[in-house]
């Protein structure tokens, strides 16, 4: 089996800030509220003609320029969301399109805020395996548009974002040492986007009215501490690797107090967790890669260095990565 790792990383934010001020003006909160019980300052907010694709492309050409990777080399895209542009074509197509990757397949996967880890495992099998030899991976979610603003419950907690990395061929020691997948789907209904059922024969079927984010955080907050604490330590396992070796862990931005409940768990200093919530808040999928991204950019994470990502989302569903930079 060869050394599969991630050769390269882009990432897109739209330039829209929407601070906790500007939310005070829509709904019933104070800033002091949401930084003291999420850590959230600011998050970015596509526009309304700006979608998911917009947010994947930019992201895929950064990771390719960065790279120095030739679009006709990519052999597979793979994009991760929840929020695509329409259900189909699949935004994997669109992004093809756009960067003239005309000799790659392209799909979508769903898997909410694990969609990233979901694509690298998904990936990694692609290109161990033989089959492939450059894969690029892109997590872009404008989930903003799946938002009630005016549930003071959720609506300051997401923004929107896009990540994106290349995957091929790593040296002798280095890439991706081992994935965790896993999914609860008894802890559905804990956050979910529901779809009103329509009947062709009745009259009134409103055609405008669009599903936005449900959620009961207290009881999602629970399972995400366990299920992101338990990821781990198996990926960790599988990796033959211990906790005092990890230099960088890159979670899933979704509450600051989340990442600390799963430090304190598992006994990890805070200062080797990479945190940029206050930025951006939750992007679903987005969130960790962008947090990758800026971890390597900010020197976060060298070459060497032993990285563990870890992710939870709805559906149940949760992941981790052991990765050598
Ligand atoms: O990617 C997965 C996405 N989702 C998550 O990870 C969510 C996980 N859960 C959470 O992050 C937290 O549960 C929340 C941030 C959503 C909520 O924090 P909490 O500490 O669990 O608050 P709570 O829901 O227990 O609410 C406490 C109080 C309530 O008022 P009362 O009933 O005590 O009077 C809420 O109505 O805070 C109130 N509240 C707010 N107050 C001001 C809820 N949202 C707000 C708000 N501003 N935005």
Redesign the pocket.
């Known amino acids: 089996m060869k050394n599969i790792g991630i050769l390269s990383t882009g990432h897109y934010l739209p330039s829209r800030v929407l601070t906790n001020a500007d ?1 005070e003006k829509i ?4 800033d002091e ?2 930084i003291t ?2 850590g959230i300052k600011e998050r970015r907010i596509a526009d309304k003609d700006e979608r998911c694709s917009h947010l994947a492309i930019n992201a895929a050409i950064e990771a390719l320029e960065r790279g120095k990777i030739d679009a006709k080399d990519i052999d597979l895209i793979i994009v991760t969301t929840i929020t695509p542009d329409s259900n189909f074509p699949s935004v994997a197509c669109l992004v093809q399109k756009a960067i003239g990757a005309t000799n790659a397949a392209a799909f979508d996967i769903s898997a ?2 694990s969609g990233f880890l979901y694509g690298l495992t998904t990936a990694k099998q692609f290109l161990a395996g033989g089959i492939y030899k450059k894969v690029l991976v892109i997590a872009a979610e404008k989930i903003t548009d799946l938002v009630d603003w005016n549930d ?6 997401f923004g929107d974002g896009a990540g994106a990395c290349i995957l091929g061929e790593a040296e002798e020691g280095h890439g991706i040492l081992s994935e965790h997948l896993h999914a609860q789907g008894e802890f559905g209904h804990l ?1 979910a986007v529901i779809t009103e059922m329509k009947d062709p024969l009745e009259q009134d079927n409103d055609t405008t009215k669009s599903p936005v984010i449900n ?1 009961q ?2 009881e ?2 629970k399972v ?1 501490v366990n299920s992101m604490a338990e990821a781990i330590e198996i990926s960790m396992k599988k990796a033959g690797v211990s906790l005092d070796q990890i230099d960088c862990v890159v979670p ?1 931005q ?2 600051d ?2 990442i600390t409940a799963v430090a304190k768990k598992l006994n990890i200093p805070k200062d080797k967790i990479f945190i940029n919530i206050h930025k951006y808040g ?1 992007m ?1 999928a987005a969130s960790i890669a962008v947090a990758l991204y800026e971890a390597e950019k900010q020197g976060s994470i060298k070459k060497g260095s032993l990285v563990a990502l870890v992710t ?3 559906g149940l569903v949760s992941a981790a990565n052991i990765v050598r930079w």
Do not use: E, P
Request: proline residues 0%.
């Open positions: 939310l709904v019933d909160t104070t509220w949401i019980r999420t909410a805020c003071r419950g959720t609506c300051v907690l956050m959620m955080g207290k999602l907050f995400a899933h979704a509450n107090r989340i939750n679903s939870f989302g709805a």
